[in-house]
């Protein structure tokens, strides 16, 4: 990419950033083109589609979460590392209104540009869970997709304002129905 491309490509994410912020998944193209000072065909060759942009401006931090998991899965009890991920993946959720349901919708999109990093996320969610299961310490008659979908609901949820307030108690009840036998302590600890 040329020096002049890399510089706009940089100036757009900082001002969708900005947008998003702002306005959740919902913030207009053509928006975010002129507060960058650039035509929505200069926007759209760097980033087609929308689920383009949010993959450009979610990497980090989904790349972060998929980390966090790897991390989880070796240095914490299987029942302390899946109530951790859902404290993680809460925060992330609440990082941009609307991206839940971005994400939901690539889920099982292959051609979303939010796709592979669904799939990391999903992947890594299946792991704990089988980590836990493997142990007995959570549900055996739900998989990934049961634990993805519940995540996403929960994260779709607490989007809502009148929810926000509640996103931990939110989490410690999922949690809490996902695990066999919740040490109270640990769990509660856990959604902090």
Known sequence: MRADA??????????????VTEHGADASMRDIARRAG?????????????EALFEALLCTNLDALTQKADELET???????????????????QSYRGVVALMAAAH?????????????VHSASTRLLLR????????TDMNGDDLFGL????????DLPSFAPRADHLA????SAILTNPSSNDVKKATR
């Open 75 to 93: 240095s914490n009890s299987p029942e302390e590392a899946l109530v951790s991920w859902f404290r993680e993946w809460m925060a992330f959720a």
């Open 132 to 139: 836990a299961q493997a142990e007995g310490t959570a549900r």
């Open 38 to 50: 650039v035509g929505l065909a200069t926007l759209l060759r760097h980033f087609p589609t929308r």
């Open 151 to 158: 995540m996403s609901a929960l994260g779709w949820l607490v």
């Open 172 to 175: 410690h009840i999922v949690t």
């Open 108 to 120: 099982t999109n292959p051609d979303s540009a939010l796709y592979a990093s669904c799939a990391a």
């Open 6 to 19: 890399r510089k706009n490509y940089s100036h757009i994410l900082t001002v969708a950033r900005e947008v």
